[in-house]
């Protein structure tokens, strides 16, 4: 299991379920409880200044990228 708190900062490769993918480094983490949802989720910032906010079950795989 990935703990996606320990790659804060990291540049990422994140594939969704439904097929997309998110490119970039992740600049959160939620606490679903925090929000009362049943899901964390992660916040990938996607380029010109998007951000992507990915919950965690909807992660098929999660790819650390080299700089």
Do not use: A
């Not at 910032?45 to 650390?64: H, K």
Request: aromatic letters at 8%; one cysteine or more.
């Amino acid at each position: 299991m990935i703990d996606y708190h320990d790659l804060m900062g990291e540049q990422v490769k994140v594939t969704v379920k439904d097929g997309g993918v998110f490119i970039g480094p992740i600049i959160s983490y939620e606490v679903g409880v925090m929000e009362d949802l049943d899901y964390d989720s992660i916040g990938v910032q996607t380029g010109g200044g998007s951000y992507e906010s990915i919950p965690i079950p909807d992660i098929v795989s999660c790819e650390v990228l080299e700089d």
